[in-house]
Structures are given as structure tokens and as C-alpha cells.
């Protein structure tokens, strides 16, 4: 089993409003990392508005690597002639392809972040997997016990715990139920690895 099998589908969508082409770049990063998640959305969106700027800027300079511009005779205001100068695409071309860069790293979808892609997604599968094993084993252990059961139990230990929360109190009551109760309804004598706690007679 790997983590994309039994990974619930996250919805990752843009922060804002992208053109056509920024929302192709968006969609098609989304659809190539599965390690991404919804927290990554606004580097994401910044990351796809950059590539398409860089992409026109990039054509433009390819198109027009020097641009013309008129000379303006600083005394009188009037035009006197023209000079060619480096298209200002150039400083956009820098510019964006610094943010792709960076922003790349911080998604981890550069191709330097291949090993910490791949470590990411063991961590997550090892992890789904041992939430599918708990799953199971508790399932298993509640299979006798009642809602209202574990109601009581909750009932009784925020008369002690008075300052414990929701999801604390009842996992105190289910391990009560599942794990305490049985355990004390033990006879220690006739279980070896309790005898000795007792000073039961051999």
C-alpha cells in the first residue's frame, strides 16, 4: 500500500483568481507532487503566477532582445532621435525565475527535493498505515462496548479531570472500558505475570 492508495483526496485550489495559463501551471504541479497539501495553496498560486510571467517575459526578450526608445532633448522637450536599449523583460526574467526558484524549494518540487520527496512520502505512508492498524485494533476492542457506556465513563471523569477536553475524556473512558476494567476483573493469582505483584502463594 502506498500513501496516494489510502490518502483521503486533498483539494488544493488556488488563493485567488488565475488566468487559463497560471491555472494550468497550478493544476498540473498539484497533479504531479502528491505531497502537497491544502497549506501549500498560496505558494503554490504565487509559484504559478511567476512561471507564466516568466514564460512571457522570456518570450518577449526572444522576440525583441533590444528594444527602441526615443531621444528627448532635455532643454526644448522635443524628440530628437532614437536609441536602442535592453528590453526591461530582462529584469522580470531575473526577477521571476529567483521567486520560481525559491518557492520550488519551499513545495519541495525542485529537482534537488527528490530525496526529501521521497522520505516525506515514506514518513506519511508509515504513518497511514499505523492509523489503519489502530483503526483496527480498536474497532476490535469497542465491538463490546456501548455508546452509553463510554457516555457514563466520560460523565464520571470530568468530575475528575475538569480540565481535560472532549477527545481527552473519552479516550480516558474507552481505556477505561477496554484496558482498566478488564484488567481488574483479573484474578492476579491465576495470571503469571501479575502473580508476582501480589505475593500469591506458589
Known sequence: MNATESEPNIT??????LTAKERSVFDRVVSDF???????????????????RYQTAAKEIKKNPNISI?????ATGNIVGEKLVRNPAFATV?????QM??????????????E????LLTRKARALAAVESKHSSDSSLLAGITEEQIKAEIEMAAK????????????????????????MSI????????????????
Request: proline fraction near 8%; charged fraction near 25%; include cysteine.
Open 70 to 74: 526615443p531621444v528627448v532633448n532635455r
Open 94 to 98: 531575473k526577477e521571476t525565475q529567483t
Open 116 to 119: 526529501k520527496r521521497q522520505r
Open 12 to 17: 488544493i485550489v488556488p488563493t485567488r483568481r
Open 34 to 52: 502528491v505531497h502537497l497539501q491544502g497549506s501549500d495553496a498560496e505558494q503554490l498560486t504565487q509559484y504559478a503566477e511567476a512561471v507564466v
Open 160 to 183: 475528575i479531570y475538569i480540565h481535560a477536553t472532549p477527545d481527552v475524556l473519552r479516550q480516558d473512558a474507552i481505556w477505561t472500558l477496554t484496558v482498566f476494567n478488564p484488567m
Open 101 to 114: 526558484n525559491t518557492l520550488a524549494r519551499r513545495l519541495m518540487i525542485d529537482a534537488h527535493s527528490a
Open 187 to 202: 484474578d492476579p493469582c491465576t495470571d503469571p505475570d501479575l502473580a508476582y505483584m501480589y505475593s500469591c502463594p506458589e
